[in-house]
């Protein structure tokens, strides 16, 4: 056959071919199916027509999340869980019309990234990984704003689909989604959850393809009394009695490394500064409960963590007022447990800010700071300017061991570069004794100034007395008496939408900022994780683990006991008396 027919047979097929268009139902019918073929496969979906590359665990989870009605990812810090998110959300978006996406989280800010960091500006800006959602958000396909009822980011697509990210609030009622991803589930109230979020669902409908509504939980571990540990753990039990469409998965920092997501060197350096418990629990997925023998359980500290903001010495000025105005009914003191340099290396001096309220009995832990590898003169120091800078009245300390010697230099006046603070003694008042009547007769004895300020209260325990104290930190607990700084991670997330500039210091100011909340959750977790050793019916000690503390522990001990002591002195007719038979609850009896 000659070239020129070649071309002739080529014109006519040409002309067919527009002379036949094609059938609009085989058509709808071809693209049906090639979004079927992607929706059952969106890992290639995500890596061959939006270009955005993935390792091999990620193509997993988009294809178990797909295949999921509900959803855990429990994983650390850095594995990428809110990314991974994100690329599933602008991928279905993409390929089912008019679908609904919310992502509701405790604050604004939290949820607000996800869409701003992760969709806007990973994926789809003009340095994004993926040129195709540029050329959408370009062309117009894809724009980004904010929603006028929940303030909250907004993703709006061509095809009618939207993606909206919002906190858990009022303004999310009548609200509907087809996808309910929710982010740091476990600092979401249970109530809340059951009452805004959930009911947020509904099935996915449009031109006779119907879709059973899916839900994503985003979480790093945290405590077992939080309701989505039971919630998780049902979850896991129904998948593996057959309940293909229950799903989760877990991973732990090594994941990230070992994908190259985080570097050996991130590794190292997030392990050598972060504190054990919170390494386990952040980086190791190890989710953190009471002892089989616990008295002081988790889920009493969390009921005692509804401080808002705590109190910041004046060198320490981050757009927070230092000044907690001061009330009659209060009494402000300092409590702290000694250590020095040459110690234990576990040994820390843990200072705390304590005010009492003596009408009620509350005791509130405003500050906590702790030292370690201080000599005796340097702490002095700290403690009297910390007594004037918190306006406080007594300063109660333990008295053994490192403590005589500490005594000695805080009866005498101490001279500090820019002021020169007054000598301290003993205060004789019997009501606030916390040590024996002979013990305190010689440490009056022992003062140096006439004029020295009354405002020392040895505590010279026992194991009686200290037995006394856990129970009396035991009743505050259960009473509701103990009042105590919010956790670390809630602080933070609520600080990005209550504080501007919170999001623009670097990592080690935002570390001095919530420092006092995470002194707060070191202290719980030191607690919960001691072990109780009965000595007969009306007598326990308790003992850390190897490596662990249990400084705060004892300082919150002291604390507690000082205010009761406190409330005793006000209140006009209270029993004092320590009685076995208020606290047979703790032995299990």
Avoid at 428 to 451: G, H, P, Y
Wanted: with cysteine; proline share 2%; net charge negative.
């Amino acid at each position: 056959m000659s070239k020129e027919e070649d071309i002739e047979i080529a014109k006519l097929a040409k002309k067919e071919s527009k002379s036949k268009p094609i059938d609009k139902k085989d058509y709808d019918r071809k693209i049906a199916q090639w979004q079927m073929f992607f929706l059952h496969n969106l890992n290639i979906f995500v890596k061959e027509v939006l270009g955005i590359p993935l390792h091999f665990f990620q193509e997993q989870l988009l294809l178990e999340m797909w295949d999921s009605e509900v959803f855990a990812f429990i994983g650390s810090r850095g594995i990428g869980k809110s990314f991974l998110v994100a690329v599933f959300v602008v991928a279905i978006c993409l390929l089912l019309p008019n679908y609904k996406v919310v992502i509701c989280s405790m604050t604004i800010g939290q949820g607000n990234l996800i869409v701003e960091e992760k969709i806007k500006k990973i994926l789809s800006s003009n340095t994004g990984l993926s040129k195709v959602l540029n050329q959408l958000v370009k062309d117009g396909y894809m724009e980004f704003g904010k929603d006028r009822d929940t303030g909250g980011a907004l993703v709006k697509f061509g095809n009618g689909s939207e993606i909206l990210s919002a906190f858990i609030g009022e303004s999310l009622r009548g609200r509907r989604c087809n996808l309910l991803i929710t982010d740091e589930c476990c600092l979401i109230k249970k109530k809340d959850y059951d009452s805004i979020a959930e009911p947020l669902l509904e099935k996915y409908s449009y031109n006779g393809l119907e879709i059973e509504p899916k839900q994503i939980f985003l979480t790093s571990p945290r405590n077992k009394a939080s309701w989505f540990w039971t919630y998780l753990k049902k979850l896991v039990r129904d998948h593996y009695k057959g309940k293909t469409e229950r799903n989760f998965f877990a991973s732990d920092i090594y994941c990230a490394v070992a994908n190259k997501i985080q570097t050996v060197k991130q590794f190292l350096s997030r392990r050598d500064n972060t504190d054990p418990y919170a390494w386990e629990q952040e980086y190791l997925c190890i989710w953190h409960g009471d002892k089989e023998d616990a008295i002081f359980k988790r889920q009493d500290y969390l009921d005692a963590q509804i401080l808002d903001c705590t109190y910041y010495p004046p060198n320490l000025n981050y757009d927070f007022k230092n000044i907690i105005e001061y009330k009659e009914n209060e009494v402000r003191f300092l409590c702290a447990d000694l250590a020095l340099s040459g110690g234990k290396e576990n040994d820390l001096t843990i200072l705390m800010y304590c005010i009492a309220e003596i009408d009620t009995g509350n005791l509130r832990i405003e500050y906590i700071t702790s030292y370690s590898g201080m000599n005796a003169n340097e702490q002095v120091k700290r403690f009297k300017k910390a007594l004037v800078d918190f306006n406080a009245t007594y300063f109660v300390y333990d008295a053994k061991g490192i403590g005589v010697g500490i005594t000695d230099i805080m009866m005498a006046k101490t001279y500090c570069e820019d002021k020169t603070y007054g000598a301290w003694t003993v205060n004789t008042d019997k009501t606030l004794m916390m040590c024996s009547q002979s013990v305190l007769d010689e440490k009056v004895a022992r003062t140096i100034e006439q004029d020295s300020l009354d405002v020392m209260i040895p505590v010279v325990s026992s194991s009686d007395s200290n037995s006394k104290n856990h129970y009396n930190l035991w009743s505050y607990l259960r009473n509701k008496k103990l009042k105590l700084l919010k956790d670390r991670y809630t602080k933070e997330y609520e600080l990005q939408d209550e504080m501007p500039t919170f999001v623009t210091k670097d990592s080690a100011e935002k570390a001095e900022i919530l420092l006092p909340y995470q002194q707060t959750d070191l202290m719980i977790n030191e607690s919960c994780s001691l072990e109780i050793i009965r000595n007969g019916l009306d007598n326990i000690t308790v003992k850390e683990k190897s490596g662990a503390l249990k400084d705060r522990f004892m300082c919150l001990g002291y604390a507690c006991a000082f205010a009761n002591k406190l409330y005793t002195k006000y209140q006009i007719g209270y029993d004092e008396e320590f009685d076995i038979n208020d606290y047979t609850e703790a032995f299990n009896i």
